[in-house]
Structures are given as C-alpha cells and as structure tokens.
C-alpha cells in the first residue's frame, strides 16, 4: 500500500517525495516535511506555548519508515444524538466533539493522514458509556450502544481497510455481553482489540466482573487500551464542581496511573501473563514518578507494610509490563524519552490523541511527529515506536 511513499521514506527522501526528486512544495519554498514541522509549531504557538523553531523540532534524519498511530480517537453523531436522548442531557464534551470534523467524517480523517505522511490510525471510539449514567448502569441499553458504535467503526474500516483498524467499545455493566461483544469485534470486525475507560465513575479495573475481559483478550490475542475517563467532579468537598480543566488535564494522568496500580497489585498480570495493555499520554505520571514510587515502596517494607501478596518484587518491573503510547500534546521529546527509558523500545508505540487539540488535530500529530523525530535515538529505535511495534503486535501488515 502507498509503496510509492513508503519506499521514498525508505530510501531517505523527505515524506512525499521519491528519491532524486526535488522538494516539491505549491507553495513553491519548504520540503512538506518542513511545512508541516512549520505547521505543527504554528498551531501551538496560536494557543499560547512557545513553538521551537521547525529546524529544531525536526531530526538530522529523515523518516525511512512507516507511520502508524496506534491512538486516535473516532465517533458517530448518530450514536452520540442517540447517547444523548437516551441520557436526557448532553454529553460533556458534545461541543468539542461537533466542532472537529476528523472525529467524525472519513474524508476528514484521511486528509488528516495523507498531510502527514502516516499510513494507519487505529481508532479508539468516543465517548465512553461511562459518561451517560443511565445508559451504563443498564444492562439492554449499554450493550446495544456498544455495538452499535462498533458498527458505525467497523464501516469506516471496512471503506478504507489499509488506513483504519478498529478497537471495540463494550459495555462492562453485563460481563456476557461484554465478552461476546469483544469475541464478535476481533473474529467478525477484524477488530485489534478494545478499550477500557478507567477513572472514578467507571469499573474499577481489578472488579471481578473484567476478570473475563482479561482472559478473552490473552485468548483472542488482541490488546487492551485503557483511556481516562473522568467527568468534573470537584476536587473539594465544597466545591460544586472541577475548575480550570483539573478534572482532564491533572485527572486524567491520575486516573491513568491509579488504574496501573491496580491492575499490577490486584495480579492481573501474575494471572494474564500474556496479556497487552496499552496506557494511554506515555504512561501517565509512572515514567516521571518511578523513583518516587520505589522509595515509598522502600519505606513502605521497612514499616512492614504490605501491598499485595499477589505481587513478588520488585514491585517497580511489574509496570514495565504495560505498553504506552506518544500522545504527548506537545513538542516535548524529553518526555518520550522518559517514558522510553521505563517501558523500553518494544513497548513504546507512536499515538497522537487526533483529532483533538488544536487545528481539528494537526496540532497534537505534529507534535507527537516532531518529538518523536526530535528524541535522541537511533534509527532503528525510531522506527521501531513509529511502526515496528504497531506491525508486530497489531499484526499490522
């Protein structure tokens, strides 16, 4: 597929060129590397942050590889209208949701991909059941909106089968549901796996009821991505509600690492050794804070304080049994670097969060992009996070 594009990388040319050919740009100057960096940086410096010159986002080496973002996000407003109905108000982010067109619309998404050079998006459905109360809590209604919106992402896929791969919605209030569901996404949908919404309105990860979700993704050999799923609940007691975004920007990093702990100390991993699961935004806080979490650990075992009898030591490898993605939001290689150095190169996976952030998800692609090109690896290294891990664990071809 696209073996025009994808030998140019190949071969050393910037992405959309064929080797010995010269930069070709409408606008008549910068190679469509360049433009792109040059967007990317443009987008953020339009909000707010400072945007490194597109010299120094970008690698000395050009891309050789190919590109396959293992966490974006797509959604049908006709299961949203129907969420919404059902739930009798709106869905928290519906503004966010109707205002970017690639969430939404094929065309959109793949014009999205082509700007980019990058060859798949594996699609992660949006929203979650969790943010519909009365639809979760009811076991005819959230599998029926299960699938679907597995439905609506599954004639994406089948429309364009060498650009998208699916990942499953499910619906943990019915554990039967939940696994025929996944059985039906992965062997009838060609699905790559599912994902778990995790946070404090949803199922807690080591709740008995996902024992067989567990299961069926080691038996199906498929993966599992966990996403932050938290609304706006107040961060104090006397407070109505979160304020200036905490509840998504500082929450959803908790919400992430808090459903690691829990999964590595309640031995899902000791029971599922095969299991994959991918976290989302590198890893949440754990590549930041893994000396912290070893220290207390430490302390803990000096006042003979005991976590978990499921769990040998040291506790800290346990972690590093997850997979991450690059969704970074910003040009920060740093980071990724930080989130290589704890998961290691074959569980690092290049993720964007498109189409959110700015310019309809330009902004957040670039910036995962230019880190990623701007992380002091090797070549190899690089391509193994842009695609090799993709390939080999989506059995992407």
């Keep these: 597929m696209h073996s025009d594009r994808t030998d140019a990388r190949r071969a050393g040319a910037p992405p959309g060129e064929t080797p010995n050919?010269?930069?070709?740009?409408?606008?008549?100057g910068l190679d469509r590397r360049a433009l792109i960096a040059g967007a990317g940086s443009a987008i953020v410096a339009g909000v707010g942050a400072q945007a490194p010159a597109a010299s120094a986002a970008v690698a000395a080496a050009p891309a050789a590889y190919r590109r396959i973002d293992a966490h974006t996000h797509f959604s049908s407003l006709k299961v949203l209208d129907a969420l919404e109905k059902a739930e009798g108000k709106p869905?928290?982010?519906?503004?966010?949701?109707?205002?970017?067109?690639?969430?939404?619309?094929?065309?959109?998404?793949?014009?999205?991909?082509?700007r980019n050079e990058i060859d798949v998006h594996v699609l992660v459905p949006v929203p979650w059941l969790e943010a519909f109360p009365r639809v979760v809590h009811d076991r005819a209604l959230a599998p029926q909106f299960a699938r679907m919106m597995n439905d609506e992402i599954a004639a994406v896929v089948a429309a364009h089968p060498t650009r998208f791969k699916g990942v499953a919605l499910l619906a943990s209030v019915d554990p039967d549901a939940m696994i025929a569901e996944l059985h039906r996404a992965?062997?009838?949908?060609?699905?790559?796996?599912a994902y778990l919404p995790v946070g404090p309105?949803?199922?807690?990860?080591?709740?008995?009821?996902?024992?067989?979700?567990y299961r069926a993704i080691v038996d199906l050999d498929a993966m599992l991505w966990l996403h932050p799923s938290r609304p706006p609940l107040p961060e104090h007691v006397d407070a109505k509600t979160s304020k200036y975004q905490l509840w998504q920007q500082m929450g959803w990093p908790y919400?992430?690492?808090?459903?690691?702990?829990?999964?590595?100390?309640?031995?899902?991993?000791?029971?599922?050794?095969?299991?994959?699961?991918?976290?989302?935004?590198?890893?949440?806080?754990?590549?930041?804070y893994a000396g912290g979490m070893t220290g207390s650990w430490a302390?803990?075992?000096?006042?003979?304080?005991?976590?978990?009898?499921q769990v040998p030591r040291p506790y800290i490898?346990?972690?590093?049994?997850?997979?991450?993605?690059?969704?970074?939001?910003?040009?920060?290689?740093?980071?990724?670097?930080?989130?290589?150095?704890?998961?290691?190169?074959?569980?690092?996976l290049f993720g964007s969060d498109t189409p959110f952030g700015a310019g309809n998800g330009q902004g957040f692609t670039s910036a995962a992009l230019r880190s990623i090109e701007a992380m002091q690896i090797a070549p190899d290294v690089r391509a193994t996070i842009l695609s090799g891990n993709a390939q080999r664990i989506l059995k992407i071809a």
Excluded: N, W
């Design 186 to 193: 992965v062997k009838e949908l060609g699905f790559v796996g």
């Design 317 to 348: 490898d346990h972690f590093k049994k997850f997979y991450c993605d690059t969704a970074c939001k910003d040009f920060v290689p740093k980071v990724l670097e930080l989130a290589l150095d704890f998961f290691g190169p074959d569980r690092l």
């Design 255 to 288: 919400d992430t690492t808090a459903a690691m702990y829990r999964i590595v100390f309640s031995g899902v991993f000791a029971r599922h050794p095969g299991i994959r699961i991918i976290t989302h935004h590198h890893g949440g806080i754990v590549p930041y």
């Design 91 to 114: 869905f928290v982010l519906a503004r966010t949701y109707r205002s970017k067109p690639a969430l939404t619309d094929a065309a959109a998404r793949l014009a999205i991909l082509d």
């Design 299 to 309: 302390a803990s075992e000096e006042e003979r304080t005991q976590l978990s009898e």
């Design 201 to 213: 309105t949803a199922k807690r990860v080591d709740h008995p009821d996902l024992e067989p979700l």
């Design 21 to 28: 050919q010269a930069p070709s740009d409408p606008g008549g």
